[in-house]
């Protein structure tokens, strides 16, 4: 039967791993929406060969691209954050959440409002809006599917089991490009350096993210919203080579891990299919031919990310989306040449200890205080001495 779909984010790189998994199986989908930010030629062309409904530009500049690349197809076409969220709304039997940022976070919303089934990349969402958006599952019914390797592993691993089974769960983390350095080295690395994944091919924020381990202190985040084991039984383990996505173990001591090769169209396909598996063309995994696989502690001290997160998520209230949102700016800079790889943790820590704001309660506030906390991360990366 055929399933139908929505790709928020289509043009991005899960985007991309999505449409080319159903490229494979196409008489089995049906394309509702696709959406992108302000590649309007790409998402025209997307939405041509995939037959989508409604193809949806968030950047409503892109909109008039948009209309003239698709003139005479019969695909509707829209623009703006509106619109994006009406598309998201829209009734499908999948949805993939795939767009980068606190930026996917209403449209992915919108989905979860529907209550449809949601496979969800987008992990800023969860960060900044992890309480309102897991109460909103709770009552709209909506299925969240972890698309994030490390948290589909979890999924995986967890098989139904009742979470209160679970004495730890341990995210890997590759340990980035960087991971060898010392702190005089890692002053000095470039952008293009950066950008360079050792194990993944992935967008240029969550590559960033990966070299300085925010990718895993928001992953961390995500984790305690996803899986409510308590923040201390979730535990992050470097395995630099990314065979092992993540580990869940009970308390009898048994440890469940899964593997699979460093290509996220597994745990994508795993979302699409579920409860049912589908092929990807990927090649096995030849574990004899990998031969070795290395564990070791994270070193915090270096890489401090990660306990900046755990100490947001500590904190709670506004902290996440703060923490969020500095982040995003701080890459944002990083990527433009504004500032060295090392600033980029110490913008986010800046701005958590200047910027406070009450709980959020509603989407709302959490979009009021992403907005707050980025310009008062902006101000600081123009005045302070930080940068
Ligand atoms: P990407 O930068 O390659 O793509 C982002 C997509 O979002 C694009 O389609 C872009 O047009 C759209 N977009 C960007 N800004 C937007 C805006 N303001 N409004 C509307 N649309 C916007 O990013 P990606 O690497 O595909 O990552 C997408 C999400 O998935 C992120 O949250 C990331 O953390 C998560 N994720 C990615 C990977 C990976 O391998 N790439 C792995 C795990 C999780
Ligand atoms: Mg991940």
């Not at 008489?27 to 949806?56: K, M, P, Q, Y």
């Not at 599917?145 to 948290?151: G, K, Q």
């Not at 360079?196 to 990966?210: C, E």
């Not at 409860?275 to 001290?301: C, Q, S, V, W, Y």
Request: proline share 4%; with cysteine; charged share 20%.
């Amino acid at each position: 039967m055929t399933r139908s779909i929505t790709i928020l984010g289509a043009t991005g790189s899960i985007g991309t791993s999505t449409l080319d998994l159903l490229r494979a199986d196409r008489a089995n989908w049906r394309v509702e929406a696709v959406t992108a930010n302000s590649s309007a030629e790409d998402l025209a062309a997307l939405a041509r060969e995939f037959g989508a409904e409604i193809a949806v530009i968030g950047d409503e500049r892109h909109l008039p691209a948009l209309r003239k690349a698709l003139d005479g197809s019969g695909i509707e076409t829209a623009g703006g954050s509106k619109a994006l969220c009406e598309a998201a709304a829209r009734p499908v039997d999948i949805t993939v959440a795939a767009i980068v940022g606190c930026a996917g976070l209403a449209p992915t919303m919108a989905a979860v409002e529907a209550g449809g089934t949601i496979a969800l990349a987008n992990k800023e969402a969860l960060v900044s809006a992890g309480d309102i958006l897991m109460s909103a599952v709770r009552r709209t019914g909506a299925t969240l599917l972890p698309t994030d390797s490390e948290h589909n592993a979890i999924f995986q691993c967890l098989a139904g089991s009742d979470v209160t089974e679970v004495r730890k769960i341990t995210l890997t983390a590759s340990g980035g490009p960087f991971r060898t350095l010392d702190a005089e080295e890692l002053k000095t690395v470039t952008r293009e350096q950066a950008l360079k994944h050792p194990n993944w091919d992935m967008g240029a924020k969550i590559t960033i993210d990966s070299a300085t381990m925010m990718n895993k202190g928001l992953e961390f985040i995500e984790a305690h919203h996803l899986f409510p084991v308590g923040l201390d039984r979730i535990a992050i383990l470097v395995h630099p080579q990314s065979i092992v996505h993540s580990m869940v173990e009970y308390r009898d001591r048994s440890t469940l891990a899964q593997l699979g090769p460093s290509d996220m169209r597994v745990p994508i396909a795993f979302c699409l299919a579920w409860p049912r598996r589908m092929k990807t063309g990927l090649d096995p995994l030849d574990l004899a031919a990998i031969g070795t696989l290395t564990f070791e502690a994270p070193n915090e001290a270096l890489f401090p990310a990660t306990r900046i997160c755990r100490e947001a998520i500590e904190a709670g209230g506004a902290a996440p989306a703060v923490l969020n949102a500095a982040n995003e700016v701080a890459v944002d800079a990083f990527l433009a040449g504004q500032i060295g790889f090392s600033r980029i943790t110490a913008l986010v820590e800046a701005t958590l200890a200047r910027y406070s704001a009450a709980a959020p309660a509603t989407l709302e506030d959490v979009l009021a205080i992403d907005a707050g906390a980025r310009a008062c991360a902006r101000d600081m990366l123009e005045t302070s001495e930080l940068v």
